[in-house]
């Protein structure tokens, strides 16, 4: 099974203006139950740091993230540079 089989459209989504959670659920016509994401601390190399208008040896926040359907199956995952200046990290623990 190719990757884009459950969500055949996604590519030609404008996540400008649709949130990529969204367009998952309407393409696959499935619910999204919950994500996993990690983030860490890393330094940009040159071309990184070209793409996001940085200098090499900045630091980043990577995001690696999979996420799921209501039926527990990997519906999307996927890894990001996120700039450390332009991202904000909100965490609600509850017990």
């Known amino acids: 099974m190719n990757s884009l089989d459950k969500c055949p459209k996604i ?5 400008n203006n649709v949130a990529l959670f969204a367009a998952i659920e309407k393409d696959a016509g ?13 330094n940009l190399n040159k071309k990184q740091a070209k793409i996001m208008e940085l200098a090499p040896n900045d ?3 990577e995001l ?8 527990d199956e990997p519906i999307e995952c996927s890894d990001a540079l996120l700039r450390t200046d332009q991202y904000k990290v909100t965490s609600i623990l509850y017990r």
């Open 30 to 42: 499935i619910k999204i139950k919950y994500g996993i994401r990690n983030f860490s601390a890393r």
């Open 59 to 61: 630091a980043a926040l």
């Open 11 to 15: 590519a030609k989504v404008d996540f």
């Open 64 to 71: 690696n993230q999979v996420t799921f359907a209501a039926d």
